[in-house]
């Protein structure tokens, strides 16, 4: 079952804007996460934000995290052409239960 | 160079052929997983491993099967029974310790197709 759900399910913008996706579960989490995936390849890690934080920040990254809400977004400031990818987000659970993945949001980033 | 590697990176299946994927991991993880992701779609959950000798099974687990004799491999089956098999298969693993909702490392995949 996948229980993080991404929002939009595809961006368009141009390069130096600012993007954000946002991502809604249902579940009680343990933790949240961040993962990209370039075309064809794995995902890369690239945040994760516990349950009893609020905000955190990675280089050009800001993920939040609202659990009243159930909610998350994830704001990559100053896009790059590079940054063109999807971006997916994952819940882990109470009691170490494994990850879950939501569907995704693809960014793609024109010059 | 640390890190997962998965083989083969491209595969065809014929009808009623069983084909294994390799995943092997140099991270001295005790978790490993292998995830199905469809086009457009996120990752869904096959089988996973927290220690040597035991799995268990996912969200889709029919059709599959795993293996794991050795910390740094854990190889999937695609069993003649998995009758809509193309896709694209990740396999990750994650910190020691055996969490299974910590971060993931994940191979650069395989895509799998039928003939």
């Known amino acids: 079952s996948q229980q993080g759900e991404e929002d939009p399910q595809a961006l368009s913008i141009q390069e130096g804007e600012n993007a954000t996706m946002n991502c809604s579960y249902k579940?009680?989490?343990?933790?949240l996460q961040w993962y990209r995936q370039n075309s064809g390849r794995g995902l890369v890690h690239l945040i994760l934000i516990r349950s009893n934080e609020r905000e955190k920040h990675s280089g050009r990254l800001r993920v939040t995290l609202d659990t009243s809400k159930k909610s998350s977004s994830l704001l990559i400031t100053a896009s790059r052409a590079a940054d063109t990818a999807s971006y997916f987000c994952a819940t882990g659970g109470r009691g170490g239960n494994k990850l879950t993945f939501g569907t995704g949001t693809q960014l793609k980033v024109e010059l | 160079d640390g890190g997962i590697t998965q083989s083969p990176k491209y595969l065809f299946r014929k009808e009623g052929q069983n084909v294994t994927l390799s995943c092997e991991q140099n991270l001295n993880h005790d978790a490993m997983y292998w995830y199905r992701q469809d086009p457009g779609q996120g990752l869904r959950l096959i089988y996973y491993s927290q220690i040597v000798n035991d799995f268990q099974k996912g969200d889709i687990a029919e059709g599959y099967s795993v293996s794991r004799e050795k910390k740094e491999s854990f190889p999937l089956t695609v069993t003649s029974a998995q009758k809509n098999p193309t896709a694209f298969y990740l396999c990750?693993?994650?910190?020691?310790?055996?969490?299974?909702?910590?971060?993931?490392?994940f191979g650069s995949g395989t895509q799998l197709s039928v003939l």
């Open positions: 990750a693993s994650s910190s020691p310790g055996g969490r299974t909702n910590e971060k993931l490392f």
């Open positions: 579940t009680s989490i343990n933790n």
